[in-house]
């Protein structure tokens, strides 16, 4: 069974693809993306396997 770590991270609007590219190369998966708590930012939820 495949064990997952997960991160949250903010992103910048003007910089989302450099910043989502930066993540998949570390071996993150976008999972998905929220509105922030202020209602004008977003939040990306990551996954990658453990270990």
């Known amino acids: 069974m495949t064990t997952w770590e997960y991160l949250t991270a903010p992103l910048l609007i ?5 910043i989502l590219d930066n993540f998949g ?6 999972v998905q993306v929220v509105p ?3 209602g ?3 939040v990306a939820y990551f996954k990658r396997p453990k270990g």
């Not at 190369?25 to 976008?30: I, Q």
């Open 40 to 42: 004008a930012s977003l």
């Open 25 to 30: 190369a570390d071996g993150w998966e976008l």
């Open 14 to 18: 003007h910089n989302t693809k450099q």
């Open 36 to 38: 922030g708590p202020d």
